[in-house]
Each structure stands twice: as structure tokens, then as C-alpha cells.
């Protein structure tokens, strides 16, 4: 079964320096991979995914994942954190297929120091 | 524009009067879903609908019922509502199965019951 772990439940990081967020993963094949962020007051919104290909992708806001199939993570960076980028980040990992369903992490809050 | 319809936004109940919160999308999406987000415990799975008249439970199903008469439309409906039933509540669709296809979320309704 696909399990997710943020080992940070919060973070607090001065306003322009870089961010790095946490998560691993556990799943038997190649998985989807996802970060969100949550606004406070907010829905989930899409950050950036991983389906295949290459292994540093792009998101929204100034954000990238790698994704390390070794060491089973796919870390969420930013070189210069806004204050505007507190919020709570959630990492999901998904299976495809017929049966594909998604399981979130517990997430890691972010706050910013000005 | 595409989006999650959640309402209400805020609900204030009491043990056991029967109420619904109700979601709709219009981005044809045929996944829809029912997460509680509660401190410390993430973003937990209620109920699902691969598409219309198909639903089926996740990981705390307890003490909620669904329906999905129609694609754009999927209440959460609580028969007799407790007070561990209190807390923030989303709504969320994909196109397909969410393990290989981005979730969008509504903006969420907290819910207290008293």
C-alpha cells in the first residue's frame, strides 16, 4: 500500500532564504507524485506533479520537486521564500490505473519570518 | 471559470439534526470526493464517485452518506450529526482517477457541532 511521510510538521524560515520541504514515500512501482499548498482559508491548490520523465519538475509560485527514486523522496524547494508562501504544504503520492487512488501526507506548515 | 463549489462555507449544528453541505463542479470532472481535515491528522478520505450513481466509501465513512444523481453535483449529507463530527470539510474532483490526475478542492466548510 502507498504511504507519504513530511517529517517536518512545521518550519519557520526568514523571508528570502531557500526552503526545503520533506517527504517520502513508500509504493512498489513508479508513483505519482504531488505537492499542494493550503492558504490559510483556503482549498488545496496544485503546486507541481511528477508523472515520468525528467526527474526535476516545475511548479507555480517559484517551486521545484526533484525526485529520487533511491532514496524514495521527492523534496519540495525554493531558492528565496516570500512571506506570502506561508501556508501548509502537502505532499500526495498516487497509484495509476483502473484503481488509482491518492494518499496525502500529514503536511508541514510553513512559516515566514520577516 | 472552472472551480469547486462548496457551500456553506461555515455551519454551526447541533447533535443529531440532519444537515447536508453540498459541492458542485463544472469542469465536467467524472472523480469527485469528500476529505475532513482535522490538526495532526491530515486530509482524510470520507467518500469517492468514479461517476454518476458509482460511489463508495474511504477511510472514515462512518456517520456520512453521499449521492451522485448527477456528474456536476455530490453532497455530503450527515444524518445525525455528533460533535466529533466537527471539522474542516473539502470537496475535491479530478477527470479521471485522482492516483494519475491533479485533485481540485473547493475552498471547504467548517462545520461545529455542538
Known amino acids: 500500500a502507498q504511504s507519504v511521510t513530511q517529517p517536518d510538521i512545521h518550519i519557520t524560515v526568514s523571508e528570502g532564504a531557500s526552503l526545503e520541504l520533506r517527504c517520502n514515500y513508500s509504493?512498489?512501482?513508479?508513483?505519482?507524485l504531488f505537492w499542494y499548498v493550503q492558504s490559510p482559508g483556503q482549498g488545496l491548490q496544485l503546486l507541481l506533479k511528477y508523472f515520468s520523465g525528467d526527474t526535476l519538475v516545475q511548479g507555480i509560485k517559484g517551486f521545484e520537486a526533484e525526485f529520487k527514486r533511491s532514496q524514495s523522496s521527492f523534496n519540495l524547494r525554493k531558492p528565496s521564500v516570500h512571506w506570502s508562501d506561508a501556508a501548509e504544504y502537502f505532499c500526495a503520492v498516487g497509484a495509476g490505473g483502473s484503481q488509482g487512488n491518492l494518499i496525502f501526507g500529514k503536511g508541514t506548515k510553513l512559516s515566514v519570518k520577516p | 471559470e472552472a472551480q469547486v463549489t462548496q457551500n456553506p462555507r461555515y455551519l454551526i449544528t447541533v447533535t443529531g439534526k440532519k444537515l447536508t453541505v453540498t459541492c458542485s463542479q463544472n469542469m465536467n470532472h467524472e472523480y469527485m470526493s469528500w476529505y475532513r481535515q482535522d490538526p495532526g491528522l491530515g486530509l482524510r478520505q470520507i467518500y469517492y464517485?468514479?461517476?454518476?450513481?458509482?460511489?463508495d466509501k474511504g477511510d472514515v465513512p462512518e456517520g456520512y452518506k453521499v449521492s451522485r444523481k448527477e456528474k456536476r453535483n455530490f453532497p455530503l449529507i450527515l444524518e445525525s450529526p455528533s460533535p466529533n463530527q466537527t471539522s474542516l470539510y473539502f470537496c475535491?474532483?479530478?477527470?479521471?482517477?485522482?492516483?494519475?490526475?491533479?485533485?481540485?478542492f473547493g475552498n471547504g466548510t467548517r462545520l461545529t457541532v455542538t
Open positions: 475535491a474532483s479530478s477527470p479521471r482517477q485522482p492516483g494519475s490526475s491533479p485533485l481540485h
Open positions: 509504493y512498489g512501482a513508479t508513483p505519482y
Open positions: 464517485s468514479m461517476n454518476v450513481e458509482v460511489t
